[in-house]
């Protein structure tokens, strides 16, 4: 055998290839098996990456499908909500171009808002709690409704369905406790250290 | 010497201490209006115990802590509450919080306060509790509720007190001056602290060596006690929680954690003067010393001032000549804030009150890019790399940052003050640090409305499964029903197995018994309706002698119809007795198992269960002899009925009727199963209906083994034979003018149309058949003849009739025949009652229920028919 091999060369080396491959695959194949991941870790990652307001604006019910949507091919620049920060952050995480915010699914809004509901007019009719995704509403049937403004998410969804006109969509008032500093503005890179620095045709009567 | 140990970095900042030690520590007027904000400490803000328009005494509580880290709020001097409102807070942001105002009346009294000579000897819940009342916070800048930090946990012994006398920050020298004036009360205060603190092995107090008058007092002042004065090289930020512990014990607070945690606590010598004062005087924190200093001022000196007492005021007694100052800055000039408004006030954490000029320090150039020269790394006092985080902050990639261990920066602004391009570093470490604090609190928002959303989702996944699922079993229990039903048609067209029968019986016991109601309760039960509707009567009686009017009339339907319903009731109560015993004679003859003979639903039973073991032509037997019993009763009711003319003749003659077809059908069967057994024995009853119905046995067995012909024949006969005794009833009637002669007729005229029908049958089977010509004769002899018009007779003739008949039809025939019989007595029933309602009859009711009945029963014989 070893000297027909020898004498063989070409047969040889595919006899090597051909057990080579089947000790490789049988590695991969047990890797498959023994380490298999379960789901797709994809969309878990992008799914803490939105805000979940589960708002719906993307058009998906929620941020996960969503996300799976993505996970998908779809694009990235759908959650008003997460604004370019959100889209940011998922091109970061796809290594793709961070494109802007798609208007078509809403405009990011600078306050964060949080419904409240005028609870002299609300009639009960619980219309408002079956849209809350987060379960944020409170109350029973012909009894009065309140948000818990902590669980709200601001998603809009209930101010449709409300046969009254009830509820407003506040700005979440900001206090001392979630005060924070500014960032600095950005070096400008021309900027007057010395007269030199000045641009003739800028300020032409300094000159 | 005690060992001291460096820090990393840390610069010599230009000191500016000189300024403010010139002047003795002095006092100022009180103002007019002193302002309280209720958040002046780390923590939850105070509340307000005090309302508009309450005076206050100096040293009243007028808020009090809320939740365990946080501080009351005391009054620094008498006088009137005039507002609890939002005003501008002492606070980089500017914003506005809310305070208790109060107008001070000038005369300055002062609440009584609680001394204690021998404060060592209370427990120590008693001291903590004493200094968390008297509003003790830290005095160095942080304003940690004290209270909080002398109670450390359990499993953490505290091994080293360390009192912070370090100062580090230029110009601030408040701590300086209270070490040279007060430097007895420090020493108490410390072992104050100390025996709060279970005694530590170690007691420093650090302090730095550009005091060197501080530093000789206190260490005077510590002369036989265990407490060591330590004095070390100034070096900005010694003053630092973390880099004076390093300084003085050689170790590290770990990154994120407490110096509780390596077991030391450090306090501001402030403090432990203000701890003093409210454990041995009672005093609450109601003033400190700040430096008021800057060269926009004519007097720079540190000051003992009221808190709440407005920085204006304070700028006001110090010259302040506002054209001067650049800017105001609350704190020192490396980690203070700067101030947009003058009306802030002083609060507990207020060390100094900086008014420089723009000589003294000029505002920061312009920042340049950075040029990588590595002098802030080489500052910094935590080992941290602040270039990395500048562009990293820039960036804003925080969880770069992150890994840059940002949150141990203490801001202390030692990379800004060296940067060559006077980039603003700590400005940009500040945004970073508060966007990743907000961050993180959204994610965590982030992540609870996730686990609500997945739980809601879960929720109505699991509600609509449910309900799915009932969905499911409700129709799988109509397939199944609808399935069984089928089995049953496919089976029941042979008529009636043995099966199904046992089945119809089974179903009869189980609703027998689940209608089991022992006679007394029935009785007793009427009894009750009874005396209820005569309640109900006399009553309405009563409202109708009350009433005038329309109410009477109406009233008097309303009794009208109680009294009838009242007679109703009480025949029925009547008639409950005898009907039992009736059935009891019949179930003592056919169950002797039967127990109760006073029970109708268990003689039932019994004789279901008779039925059920018997052979089935005995079955069938017995079940002649009881329908034949059943009928012979009917058709006694039947009898009375029609004597009486009573509404119910109606009623009765259907349920003949249909005894009259059970009869035949079971008669039929006994003939089919036994052909040469000879009919069912003969019940001995005396009356002429059962006479009649063994004719009719009798027949019925005959008519089993004859041709159709002959048996159609037989019956053309019989019929002609009731044919005229019919007509002769009727004659008879209609010469007494009797009530039943519409009756009679009906009867008659149903006869004849049988007879016809008859005669047809025949003549389709066999045409000459010499039957066919007497029909004239028949009919003719009917009106001429008049017999004795026995009604009850007729109709029993009848009924016989028509179940002879019917024994002798197909089932289809038979409902057919059903059919159209029911819809004759539907017409009937409808033109009755069209009369009824026409004269206003009291029965109306039992009309329509009737045509009602008749109706259905009609639709139930159609479908059957459909169904066949």
Not at chain 2, 15 to 18: I, L, M, Q, R, V
Not at chain 2, 766 to 773: T, V, Y
């Given at each position: 055998m070893y000297e027909y091999l020898l004498t063989h060369p070409f047969l040889a080396a595919l006899a090597a290839l051909v057990a080579l491959s089947l000790v490789f695959g049988a590695v991969l194949g047990y890797a498959a098996v023994q380490f298999k991941v379960e789901g797709d870790p994809i969309v878990d990652q992008l799914d803490e990456l939105l805000p979940q307001t589960q708002c719906g604006q993307c058009s998906y019910p929620g941020c996960r499908p969503y996300a799976e949507a993505i996970a998908n091919g779809d694009a990235i620049n759908k959650c008003p909500p997460g604004g370019q920060a959100t889209i940011n952050a998922i091109a970061d995480l796809l290594d793709v171009e961070a494109p802007t915010l798609d208007e078509e699914h809403g405009e990011e809004s600078e306050v964060k808002t949080v419904a409240y509901i005028r609870e002299d007019e609300c009639i009960g009719c619980t219309k408002c709690i079956q849209a809350c995704p987060m379960d944020a509403i409170l109350g029973a049937a012909k009894q009065m409704h309140t948000v818990i403004a902590d669980e709200c998410t601001g998603c809009d969804l209930c101010v449709e369905p409300c046969p009254v006109d009830c509820i407003d969509m506040l700005p979440v008032e900001s206090g001392l406790s979630d005060w924070k500093w500014n960032k600095p503005p950005a070096v400008v890179e021309n900027i007057q250290i010395i007269a030199t620095d000045k641009h003739p045709d800028k300020d032409g009567a300094a000159a | 010497m005690t060992k001291i140990w460096s820090i990393p970095g840390g610069i010599h900042p230009e000191?500016?201490?000189?300024q403010s030690l010139q002047l003795p520590l002095g006092e100022i007027s009180l103002p007019d209006e002193l302002i309280f904000p209720l958040s002046q400490h780390i923590g939850a803000p105070a509340k307000p115990v005090v309302a508009v328009g309450d005076r206050v005494l100096g040293g009243q509580k007028i808020a009090e802590a809320k939740g365990m880290i946080s501080a009351p709020v005391h009054a620094s001097t008498s006088g009137t509450v005039t507002a609890i409102e939002d005003r501008t807070l002492p606070h980089p942001s500017g914003l506005s919080g809310p305070c208790i105002v109060i107008a001070a009346d000038g005369k300055d009294e002062f609440a009584d306060f609680e001394t204690c000579e021998d404060y060592l000897s209370l427990d120590r819940d008693t001291l903590v509790q004493k200094i968390r009342n008297a509003g003790i916070t830290g005095m160095g800048g942080a304003g940690f509720p004290t209270a909080v930090k002398l109670s450390p946990r359990a499993n953490q012994p505290i091994d080293t007190l360390i009192l912070n006398g370090t100062e580090c920050e230029p110009y601030i020298t408040a701590d300086d001056i209270l070490m040279q004036t007060r430097p007895e009360d420090i020493i108490r205060g410390t072992q104050l602290l100390a025996h709060l603190l279970g005694n530590p092995e170690r007691v420093v107090i650090g302090i730095e060596d550009n005091k060197p008058k501080a530093i000789a007092a206190v260490t005077q002042a510590a002369q036989g006690t265990n407490i060591e004065v330590v004095s070390f090289p100034t070096k900005y930020p010694s003053g630092g929680e973390k880099q004076l512990i390093q300084i003085l014990t050689g170790k590290e607070v770990p990154s994120g954690g407490l110096p509780s945690d390596i077991g030391i606590v450090l306090q501001n010598v402030g403090t432990a003067v203000a701890a003093y004062e409210a454990v041995r005087f009672g005093k609450p924190l109601i003033e400190r010393i700040t430096t008021v200093v800057g060269q926009a001022l004519e007097t720079q000196r540190n000051i003992l001032v009221r808190l709440g007492t407005p920085i204006h005021h304070v700028l006001a007694e110090h010259g302040f000549v506002e054209k001067k100052a650049m800017r105001l800055i609350v704190g020192g000039p490396m980690m203070g804030y700067a101030l947009e408004q003058d009306d802030v006030p002083v609060v507990k954490t207020t060390n100094c009150i900086l008014a420089p000029t723009k000589k003294e320090l000029p505002p920061p150039p312009p920042a340049q890019a950075c040029i990588r020269c590595g002098m802030c790394a080489e500052a910094c006092p935590a080992s941290l790399l602040p270039q990395q985080m500048y562009w990293y902050a820039a960036a804003e990639e925080y969880d770069r940052l992150e890994a840059q261990n940002i949150k141990d920066c203490i801001e202390c602004g030692a990379c800004s003050f060296v940067c060559p391009s006077n980039i603003p570093l700590v400005q940009y470490y500040r945004a970073a640090k508060g966007t990743m604090r907000q961050m993180a609190i959204d994610k965590e928002k982030s992540d609870r409305s996730r686990k609500r959303f997945e739980f809601r989702q879960e929720r109505i996944a699991k509600a609509e499964a449910e309900k799915e699922a009932k969905r499911l079993a409700r129709k799988k229990a109509a397939e199944l029903a609808k399935q069984k039903q089928e089995a049953e048609k496919a089976a029941g067209v042979k008529p009636a197995s043995h099966a199904d029968k046992v089945d119809i019986v089974a179903t009869a016991m189980a609703s027998a018994k689940a209608k089991q109601a022992t006679p007394e309760e029935q009785k007793s039960k009427l009894q009750r309706a009874v005396t209820s509707a005569e309640g109900r009567l006399e009553k309405l009686q009563q409202r109708h002698a009350e009433a005038e009017g329309d109410m009477k009339d109406r009233l008097a339907a309303q009794i009208k119809q109680a009294e009838l319903k009242l007679q109703e009731t009480q025949n029925k109560l009547a008639d409950f007795k005898p009907v039992p015993t009736e059935i009891v004679a019949e179930a003592t003859d056919r169950a002797p198992a039967a127990t109760d003979p006073n029970d109708p639903v268990a003689a039932a039973i019994a004789r279901a269960q008779a039925k059920m073991t018997m052979a089935p032509d005995e079955k069938l037997k017995a079940n002649i002899e009881s329908l034949n019993g059943r009928l012979a009763k009917a058709e006694e009711k039947l009898a009375t009925a029609q004597a009486e003319n009573s509404d119910k003749v109606e009623a009765l003659q259907t349920g003949v009727d249909k005894l009259k077809e059970k009869i035949a059908t079971a008669e039929k069967e006994l003939a089919e199963l036994a052909p040469s057994a000879p009919a069912a024995p003969a019940p001995e009853e005396q009356d002429a209906a059962a006479a009649a119905i063994e004719r009719a046995k009798a027949k019925a067995a005959q008519q089993a083994s004859m041709s159709p012909e002959d048996k159609l024949r037989d019956q053309l006969n019989s019929m002609a034979g009731r044919l005229e005794k019919a007509q002769a009833k009727l004659e008879k009637a209609k010469a007494d003018n009797a009530d039943t002669v519409d009756a009679l007729q009906l009867g008659l005229d149903k006869m004849l149309s049988k007879r016809d029908k008859l005669r047809d049958e025949l003549r389709a089977i066999?045409?000459?058949?010499?039957?066919?010509?007497d029909q004239p004769t028949a009919s003719s002899k009917a009106e001429e003849t008049p017999e004795q018009p026995d009604a009850a007779t007729a109709a029993i003739e009848k009924a016989k009739a028509k179940a002879e008949a019917l024994a002798n039809m197909s089932p289809e025939d038979k409902l057919r025949d059903q059919i159209a019989s029911l819809e004759t007595r539907l017409e009937k029933a409808r033109q009755r009652l069209a009369k009824a309602e026409a004269e206003d009859d009291p029965n109306l009711d039992a009309f329509k229920t009737g045509v009602e009945k008749t109706e259905a029963k009609l639709e139930q014989a159609k479908q059957e028919l459909s169904n066949a």
């Open positions: - | 000191e500016n201490k000189s066999n045409p000459k058949a010499p039957e066919l010509d």
